[in-house]
């Protein structure tokens, strides 16, 4: 078990690209969390995954981003049409379904940088 | 809405000595979660010290120990024997007792001096 993976590292894109991120969770785990951390700032939450079904979207979440977990296991954040202003380090986090004692590991995210 | 503030935007601090990061919050909420992370270079987040509102003690780990003043809304960290590798960027964050998503502050930069 070597922890949540996150591909790419780093992203450097073209303003009106598509990117597309990669987060590989801790195996038995079954939620799946997207944050959004700015220069400077703590991370936003974007949306969270319960085993395959998307369960919570952050209204920071624009119809430009799409995110998906096919069969519960590895997820997807994509961007549609990049722009400025989402230049920013996307973190994946995850957790066993455990409400009283949930305890959050995260990736080193993927930073993104739209010119 | 929640929110988490940390007014300190910098800390240092001398090796061995103890220093407190300060985090105050706001919501309407009786039942909740507290946690301060820490974000070292490497980027990944890693849990330092977690607080249930419901519980009048106040947790610690090690040489990590929170100051839980409910009524005041704040939940201060305070590092005990500060160690080079404590050096990091220290998020507060809140979330609700049947939420799901964790709000952060805007972190505290800790620099370790030798």
């Known amino acids: 078990d070597t922890g949540v993976s996150q591909d790419p590292r780093h992203k450097i894109t073209k303003r009106g690209q598509n990117v597309t991120f990669r987060c590989d969770p801790i195996?038995?785990?079954?939620?799946l969390y997207w944050y959004r951390q700015t220069l400077g700032q703590g991370p936003e939450f974007l949306t969270y995954?319960?085993?395959?079904?998307?369960?919570?979207k952050s209204r920071l979440l624009s119809d430009r981003f799409s995110a998906e977990r096919p069969k519960g296991s590895f997820s997807t954040l994509e961007i549609q049409r990049t722009e400025q202003g989402d230049s920013a380090m996307y973190l994946c986090?995850?957790?066993?379904?455990?409400?009283?004692?949930?305890?959050?590991?995260f990736g080193s995210g993927t930073q993104l940088s739209v010119l | 809405a929640q929110t988490v503030t940390q007014s300190q935007p910098e800390m240092s601090v001398q090796e061995a000595e103890t220093v407190t990061l300060s985090c105050t919050y706001d919501?309407?909420?009786?039942?909740?979660?507290l946690f301060w992370y820490k974000q070292p270079p490497s980027r990944q987040m890693i849990l330092v010290i977690r607080?249930?509102?419901?519980?009048?003690q106040n947790a610690t780990e090690n040489r990590f120990s929170v100051n839980f003043q409910k009524a005041a809304k704040s939940f201060s960290l305070k590092i005990s024997d500060s160690q080079l590798g404590d050096a990091a960027m220290y998020f507060c964050?809140?979330?609700?007792?049947?939420?799901?998503?964790?709000?952060f502050g805007a972190g505290t930069i800790l620099r370790v001096k030798s």
């Open positions: 986090a995850s957790s066993l379904n455990n409400r009283l004692n949930e305890k959050l590991f």
């Open positions: 195996s038995e785990h079954n939620r």
């Open positions: 964050a809140y979330r609700s007792y049947n939420g799901n998503k964790l709000v």
């Open positions: 607080q249930e509102a419901y519980k009048q």
């Open positions: 919501t309407s909420e009786s039942d909740y979660y």
């Open positions: 995954f319960q085993n395959e079904a998307q369960l919570e």
